[in-house]
């Protein structure tokens, strides 16, 4: 139990946590205030897939990314783990608003979009490092929530997180990313990147 008390401080995942909490509520409220309809609209959805990914995106690494690489114990398992409890956060916390007047669905996409989004984001940490690990996800985000959704076969791929949960090349994609990040994050881990001590000077 301390091990996993001190993985978590160093992950700083309490504050992430906290992080994810407060966007969801600002994102509720936003709909509530917005929208005439209890269901959220898909852009919105998208929207707060990515910034809840966004929040937890510093988890991926600690103080000092070398260090992961030191360890005397295998990290694969613990970072597969780790990502794979980050899904079920956002999903989670989206996902408890169908009790409400708020909701945010449906539960397929909000599971395939985390995960993809996710999945994208351990890839970006896995080759560029922590710090700019989002930046393909919010440009892959933004370019299809602003951009209609295509009907060609590439057009599904590269809107797939608009897409209907049902949409299979939308299902594939995510897949995809998903795994990728997975196996790449869990086998190497961050990029790694100055110890935080001498970021500080």
Avoid: C, K
């Avoid at 600002?26 to 707060?48: F, G, H, I, K, N």
């Avoid at 599904?156 to 998903?178: D, I, K, M, N, Y």
């Amino acid at each position: 139990m301390r091990l996993l008390t001190l993985y978590l401080r160093s992950r700083r995942v309490p504050a992430a946590l906290l992080g994810t909490a407060g966007v969801m509520a600002l994102m509720w409220v936003l709909s509530r205030a917005l929208s005439e309809s209890p269901a959220a609209d898909v852009q919105l959805v998208m929207l707060t897939v990515l910034l809840l990914v966004v929040a937890l995106t510093a988890t991926l690494g600690g103080p000092d990314d070398a260090l992961d690489s030191t360890a005397a114990f295998s990290w694969a398992p613990r970072r597969a783990v780790h990502l794979l409890a980050a899904v079920l956060v956002v999903a989670a916390l989206m996902l408890a608003t169908q009790l409400t007047g708020a909701r945010f669905g449906p539960a397929g996409l909000v599971i395939r979009d985390a995960a993809g989004l996710l999945g994208l984001t351990a890839l970006g940490a896995a080759t560029a490092g922590v710090a700019r690990s989002w930046f393909l996800p919010l440009g892959w985000t933004l370019g299809a929530t602003l951009f209609p959704q295509g009907e060609s076969l590439a057009g599904r791929v590269l809107t797939w997180q608009a897409q209907e949960p049902s949409s299979t090349a939308a299902a594939v994609t995510a897949g995809v990313f998903a795994v990728s990040g997975l196996i790449a994050y869990a086998m190497s881990g961050p990029a790694n990147g100055a110890p935080a001590e001498a970021t500080q000077q």
